[in-house]
């Protein structure tokens, strides 16, 4: 089964006076189920603009952006929003978790917008802490969580509403060395333990090599490394 598939996109941005800038030129890229792919690339290349766009959060100029066998480019924003809640969970390098609410709240709460029962989530949300070994802080505010803690609770969130696609943009970006390593076992066993599909953006070829591919972004296209 193909979760991703990505035909021929292209993305330009305008620079003002200064002209454009091609970004994407022209990317192909097909995951299929339970597959982890790492994207590499220097700062710039455009690593961000090609999650976004295969995350349906931002539109291609050019191609076609497919997600579990559906073609969503062209498609109303109000599709593209239904397929993205459902079918994509994002990570980036801050956690982005509501300050106000504790740890498993953060992970309850984009359930309970999606309908399921308050013991349902409660039990998911409880189950996701404790695969990623933070459960033991699920009533803390992530203000008292350490960074790799945040992280973690940020993983479980992204797959609340069990979705097919992770989209993480350097996931342990903010973290010291040896807390990044753990944080990325711990990623990579909650993918493999779900069978989710993930591309994951880093800069750490070490991490990027306990992927199934790793791929370069390299002037606006995609080159196996
Ligand atoms: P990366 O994630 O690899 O650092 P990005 O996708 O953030 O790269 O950016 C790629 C290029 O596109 C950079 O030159 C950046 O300045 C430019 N860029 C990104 N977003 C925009 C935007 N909204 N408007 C104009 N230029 C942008
Ligand atoms: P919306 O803001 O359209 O209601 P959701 O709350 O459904 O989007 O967000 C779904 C996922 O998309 C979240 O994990 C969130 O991190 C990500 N997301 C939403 N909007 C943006 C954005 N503008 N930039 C980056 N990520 C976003």
Redesign the pocket.
Known sequence: DVVLRLKQVSKT?K?GLAGE?D?LRGVDLTLSQGETVALV?P???????LLHVAGLLDAPDAGQVEIDGQILTGKSDRKRTVARRRDVGFVYQFHHLLPEFSALENIVLPQLANGVSQNQATSRAQDLLARVGVDHRADHRPAALSGGEQQRVAFCRALANAPKLLLADEPTGNLDPATSDQVFTALMDLVKGTGLSAVIATHNMELAAKMDRVLRLQDGVLVAV
Do not use: F, H, L, R
């Open positions: 941005y620079k800038v970004v690339a700062s710039g290349a455009g690593k961000s603009t």
